[in-house]
């Protein structure tokens, strides 16, 4: 049974840094396409960043310049380095995974889901 584990959130003040992690068991991700997204109270799903397997990243415009998103294929896990948090960036942040494919902003495309972590940005 395939399980994506994410860690990491909290709550932190304006300009801290998180790291958060998404750790697969079940199956090797290593050639997948795996991302982030967040959802904040009444709103959509949206993107964060995605990276390839050969670690070709994509990331929002929201978080472009703030936000890394990495991965260790041996470890079969996805990272997404924050940076310069602000208030709206307070979510739940999952990580998902693409059975196959590349890059996609949508989440109906993509196979796999973290049960979520809570990140809490105050002012």
């Known amino acids: ?4 584990v994410e860690s990491g959130g909290e709550s932190v003040q304006t300009g801290g840094s998180l790291r958060l992690s998404c750790a697969a068991s079940g199956r090797t ?3 997948n396409y795996m991302g982030w997204f967040r959802q ?5 799903r949206e993107f964060v960043a995605g990276i390839t397997w050969s670690r070709i990243t994509t990331t929002s415009d929201s978080v472009k310049g703030r936000f890394t998103i990495s991965r260790d294929n041996a470890k079969n896990t996805v990272y997404l380095q924050m ?4 208030p709206e960036d307070t979510a739940v942040y999952y990580c998902a995974v693409r059975s196959a494919g590349w890059h996609t902003t949508h989440p109906d495309e993509y196979d796999y889901w973290g049960q979520g972590t809570q990140v809490t940005v105050s002012s």
């Not at 049974?1 to 994506?4: K, N, R, T, Y």
């Not at 904040?40 to 959509?44: M, S």
């Open 1 to 4: 049974q395939v399980q994506l």
């Open 29 to 31: 991700f290593s050639t």
């Open 40 to 44: 904040a109270p009444g709103k959509e």
């Open 83 to 86: 940076n310069s948090l602000k």
